[in-house]
């Protein structure tokens, strides 16, 4: 039997955000800053005629998890197109429970 807050079962049971950011003039080394700012499971990019799309799947709270993004887009002064944040449900918890292992969201 799991308990726990939601966010915490989230987080117990190692579920990962999916992240896709879709960001304007930058080049595929940008990913680099990615690499060594979260603590990624995996990350794709794919150049579509100057904006480059990133996906990540990223173990954190949420709340880090946006702070940390915001920081570094600021920083950068990359022009975001597109963004959005895939969060781990209960119900991603409950797969990953009864399948014995993680859940990757999708």
Excluded at 37 to 50: A, M, R
Excluded at 66 to 84: F, R, W
């Amino acid at each position: 039997v799991a308990s726990g807050t939601p966010e915490q079962l989230k987080l117990k049971f190692g579920l990962l955000y999916k992240v896709s950011l879709v960001l304007k003039d930058v080049g595929r080394d940008f990913i680099e800053v990615f690499k060594g700012s979260l603590p990624l499971e995996g990350i794709s990019v794919e150049d579509s005629g100057g904006s480059l799309r990133i996906t990540m799947y990223v173990w954190s709270r949420r709340e880090e998890l946006v702070q940390t993004l915001l920081n570094i887009l600021e920083k950068s002064n990359t022009k975001v197109l597109d963004i959005s944040i895939r969060e781990p449900t209960l119900e991603d918890v409950y797969v990953g429970l009864v399948g014995g292992g993680v859940y990757r969201v999708t």
